[in-house]
């Protein structure tokens, strides 16, 4: 076991959570004069966000912000970032935790200078998670071009290791350790900030919706990452069956949300998403015919609803207010989708080329819980005891939140995490 000893108790914070919010809390505390340890299970930093081809409010792509932090992390010297880690176990109180990390092996060290000649050797693929599973990449990979930290990760599950041996043979840096075990280390901290996000809510979950059924039914992260022009179709929108043009698509609105089988509550961010979504479909293919079948529209604030007001007024964009009951398959793999016309009482059948489904946010936290002494409510978003101080949850560990909300709250959690320390 290796330990961290290189921080007193009470001077320092542990961010979970390599995302937007993480990111943000990292970053407020340490340009204050605070040192920040930053944690993160993936090989990289930049969460969902990163997975995103456009983000509210001036719809500019993550690289935007994203580049700006990662050299923000870079150039300050009060920031500790660990990928790969996982949080085991948090002992302590207030102003005195003690921590034990797992960091796993990442097969590349810190000599890698990302050239990409162990990728063109590699034999192995596996299935690419980073754009949920809709193309394959090397066993030896970066999720995008504008990664951090800029190197290489290995998938242990999927390399073939020393009966191999081609990335070792290829690299002139000796970056390639195929051999790199887990270590623990333990580090002593003041307080902690858990920015462990959102996954998508499971779309197989919900059967009358028909996706994993049907080929050409998909969600709306997975949209992003078709549009995405370092997604798996660099940037073209087509359906999976037979990646033809779509001419007509159709948006499912609470996918799972404010449903007592699914997702209770509202997701907040799937309104705003689905409106973004159709202009990416009418950029693209000015023919094309958009439908959004919605219970209500979610568009809070001006900004918000000015966007709203102004997709309302293209005359291929229709909006269809009715919870759908049925989604299903139609020839030539189009999709017909069912639901009940709430203004008209009356039952609409729309066939479509592809349909979008507006899945939810759930909280990381909801699949497994956090290896600390947190309080969570019944849909697995962490509480926050400001009485009690020492840990905070952040962003959308917290509650729903889109990009800028996230950041707000944030930085009002460094703030938080300074003031423990304070006391």
Known sequence: MATDNSTSANGSIMVVGGGISGLTTALEAAEVGYEVFL????????????????YFPKLCPPSCGLEINYRRIKDNRNIRTYTMAEVEKVEGG???????IQLNP??????????????????????????FGMD????????????????YAIDGAACKGTACNK??????????????????IELQVGSIVWATGWEPYDATKIDTLGFGKYKNIITNMMLERLASPNGPTQGKIVRPSDEKAPESVAFVQCAGSRDENHLPYCSYICCMASLKHA????????????????IDLRTPGYRYEKFYNTIKEDPNIFFIKGKVAEVKEAAGSNITVVAENAVTGEKTEQTVDMVVLATGMQPTAARQKLPADLQYNEDGFVL?????GGMFAAGCANKPLDVVSSNQNATGMALKAIQTLKR
Request: glycine share 4%; charged share 25%.
């Open 39 to 54: 944690i993160e299970k993936e090989p990289y930093l930049g969460g969902r966000v990163a997975q995103l081809n456009q």
């Open 167 to 184: 990335c070792v043979e290829v690299c002139q840096y000796n970056a390639i350790e195929l051999d790199m075990k887990p270590k623990v």
């Open 136 to 151: 394959k990449n090397k066993a030896i990979f970066k999720s995008t071009d504008m990664v951090f930290p800029m190197r």
């Open 94 to 100: 207030p102003g005195n935790y003690k921590v034990s």
């Open 279 to 294: 202009t990416y479909i009418r950029e693209r293919y000015p023919e094309a015919k958009v439908y959004i079948f919605y």
């Open 106 to 131: 990442r097969f590349v060290n810190e000599n890698c200078t990302a050239c990409g000649d162990c990728v063109a050797v590699c034999p192995a693929e596996r299935s690419n998670n980073f754009n």
């Open 384 to 388: 926050n005891d400001f009485d009690k």
